[in-house]
């Protein structure tokens, strides 16, 4: 059937110049946009899915790592906005330290639940916002729903509903940000400001997120960018005034091989992400003999995925995928993860997966776009879009089946430790352990 242009007349044409065309049934167009009532029930599906991971973060919140020994401690010694903008481990951690500021006057008892309810909205956020209007340039709505799942279901106990490791989740968002349409309204433009000076602040991702920004003005030149380059900009300076200051603790060298760095981006990144696997796993290369060998073609096939997509894929799924191949870049070259060679160290399931997870959304999402251009020739027409989801999806559930949730957190009892702050002496050092074995939060009595 012609398109409907071509059933206009041309310019100066006549009436001889229309024909009639016989009426041909046609297929309701596909949505584009959520529907108002379906944003409650993917609110709720995405928070179902994070908390039924580990239940008891809502249910028996704890203090995981500088959840307590850190954010709490030092908001409840020394107030939570005069530390600010005080560094943590070599660089500025706004958000944290934020919600600290904000929660800490609830206590033992009530702190942990407020920090992790904060972490499980920032983990939800970049579900919800693939599903809105800004990104209708990158896909349709079905392809953005089945990224926004896959996203959600891919397994990283570490970075999964606690504050500490939220600002990865907050770097997800402020990527998908910076390469959506330009926003319209107050609303949005106050939105996109937070998540990207906030993700400044938040770790070092604002160096990767000025240069999409940078290159998405030089494309379209469109004032927005810059504007909001320039924040992203002033955002990097005070992250760069932080760096300088030193405060990063010693660790061990890399222990970087070539083999070594082929196992790891097999694992950590292709087979973990598709095989949806953290730190109980299902398929994991080890050092062997031909195991290089093994790596190097699961790495050449997912390459020639990811490079197709770079070519030929839309303009938000290369930019997404040049700021995850920073971040992981950056995060081989100068880990936090042991005293020891850390390459080692990191090619171990369920470690160090903070540094991988933007590069897993990346590479699936390359896979998804590749896989929704594949056409296969059978009887009947079939969209290879859905065969390409329902063979992720499959890949995926290898892993999920396995270890859909999480161990919980050993239980160290918050309310009675809220119990024993209450009744000691002021002045008195306050010490309690929390999660995971060996950290403890240590105050000084009000």
């Not at 500490?164 to 989740?169: D, K, L, P, S, Y």
């Not at 909001?228 to 890399?254: E, K, M, N, Y």
Request: one cysteine or more.
């Amino acid at each position: 059937m012609p398109a409907l242009g071509a059933l206009q007349p041309g310019p100066g044409a006549g009436p001889r110049a229309v024909r009639s065309e016989p009426v041909v049934a046609t297929s309701p167009p596909r949505a584009r946009h959520l529907p108002r009532w379906g944003w409650p029930l993917a609110a709720l599906a995405a928070l179902a899915v994070v908390i039924s991971r580990r239940p008891d973060a809502v249910t028996n919140a704890q203090f995981w790592a500088e959840d307590g020994t850190v954010w709490f401690a030092t908001a409840y010694n020394h107030g939570g906005f005069a530390s600010l903008l005080t560094p943590y481990n070599g660089y500025l951690q706004v958000l944290s330290r934020l919600v600290a500021a904000l929660f800490t006057p609830l206590g033992l008892r009530w702190a942990p639940l407020a920090f992790n309810l904060v972490a499980i909205a920032v983990q939800v956020a970049p579900a919800l916002f693939l599903l809105t209007s800004r990104l209708d340039d990158a896909a349709p709505l079905p392809g953005r729903a089945a990224l926004a799942g896959v996203y959600l279901l891919i397994p990283s106990f570490e970075v999964n509903a606690n504050l500490t490791n939220a600002q990865w989740h907050l770097a997800v968002l402020a990527t998908l940000v910076v390469v959506a349409r330009v926003p319209q309204g107050r609303a949005w433009r106050a939105f996109d400001i937070a998540a990207v000076a906030l993700s400044a602040l938040t770790g070092p991702f604002g160096f990767l997120l000025i240069l999409v920004l940078g290159i998405r003005w030089l494309g379209a030149r469109e004032r927005w960018f810059l504007l909001l380059g320039g924040l992203c900009l002033l955002c990097d300076a005070v992250q760069v005034w932080a760096i300088h200051g030193g405060g990063r603790p010693a660790v061990g060298p890399l222990g970087a091989t070539p083999s070594l760095l082929l196992q790891i981006l097999a694992n950590k990144v292709v087979l973990d992400g598709l095989l949806a696997q953290d730190w109980s796993h299902v398929v994991f290369l080890t050092p062997g003999s031909g195991m290089g060998y093994v790596s190097g073609l699961i790495d050449l096939i997912a390459g020639a995925v990811v490079v197709t997509a770079l070519i030929r894929g839309p303009a938000a799924l290369r930019l997404f995928t040049l700021v995850a191949a920073g971040v992981l870049v950056a995060g081989l070259a100068s880990p936090l993860v042991a005293t020891q060679p850390q390459w080692p160290v990191i090619d171990t399931a369920g470690v160090a997966q903070r540094y991988f997870l933007l590069a897993e959304c990346a590479w699936l999402a390359c896979l998804l776009w590749a896989l929704t251009r594949w056409r296969p020739r059978l009887p009947r027409r079939i969209d290879g879009g859905v065969i390409g989801v329902a063979l992720v999806v499959a890949a995926m559930a290898v892993g999920l089946v396995t270890a859909w949730q999480y161990p919980p957190f050993q239980n160290d009892r918050p309310a009675t430790y809220a119990a024993r702050l209450g009744s000691a002496a002021p002045g008195s050092t306050f010490v309690e352990p929390i999660n995971p074995p060996g950290w403890s939060v240590q105050l000084t009595v009000r």
